[in-house]
């Protein structure tokens, strides 16, 4: 038997902006890592990220419900499963709190189906995502966001911010990954997560 092919996912169509969008909303507070050397609050419009601008027209934040996500965001692309001590040193954890409830495209629930869209959209190449990330933004309800399901462990839940909520997030620094306390969250999401500590 010939295994299933599944049909391309479409790219928005001109009718998306007469729909409702399919929208959760979130007050709580996400996790972010970044950057030591970089302000934590990076509105990024360098087109590398699975929902950037390819036309930096408008700048994303990228965070995560929990610190794994987060934590695997930002690592689970590593190939071998190896990190070293100072690609941990050099990055830090930040809270991104929600100053007002923020509305985000459920793209990690329903609204995958409502779109006419299934996972793929979170896992596969970028240029599609980034597609849907433009056609999203420029839609009459002005989401603050996208609401999606992390590429490399399928229970985690991300967020990429649109920067029009810059305003309405305060975005605080904690502390660096291997610094007290968060050290041990660190080698805990480490072991999760199956990687290889190396100096």
């Known amino acids: 038997m010939v295994p299933r092919k599944l049909a391309p ?8 902006v007469d729909l409702d969008l399919p929208t959760i909303d979130a007050s709580e507070s996400f996790v972010r890592i970044h950057r030591l050397e970089h ?20 700048g994303v934040l990228y965070a995560a419900e929990t610190f794994d996500g987060a934590f695997i965001e930002t690592f689970g692309d590593v ?3 190896t ?4 690609s941990l040193t050099v990055r830090g954890v930040a809270s991104v709190s929600p100053q007002k409830t923020l509305r985000l495209v459920d793209l990690a629930g329903a609204g995958l189906s409502q ?10 190449d970028h240029a599609l995502s980034q597609e849907w990330s433009a056609a999203l933004w420029a839609h009459p309800a002005r989401p603050d966001g996208i609401w999606y ?11 990429a911010l649109f920067d029009r909520a810059a305003s309405a997030v305060v975005v605080r620094a904690i502390g660096g990954l291997m610094s007290n306390p968060q050290n041990s969250v660190t080698a805990r999401a480490v072991d999760k997560y199956g990687f290889a500590l190396l100096p």
Do not use: K, M
């Not at 996912?9 to 998306?16: C, D, E, W």
């Not at 990190?83 to 100072?86: A, C, D, G, L, Y």
């Open 9 to 16: 996912l479409p790219s928005p169509p001109g009718t998306l």
């Open 39 to 58: 302000d934590p609050a990076f509105w990024g419009r360098t087109g590398n990220n699975r929902f950037d601008s390819r036309t930096g027209d408008y």
């Open 79 to 81: 190939s071998p499963r």
């Open 83 to 86: 990190i070293s001590v100072n």
């Open 115 to 124: 779109l006419g869209l299934d996972a793929r959209i979170c896992t596969d």
């Open 149 to 159: 399901a992390a590429r490399h462990d399928a229970e985690q839940r991300s967020v």
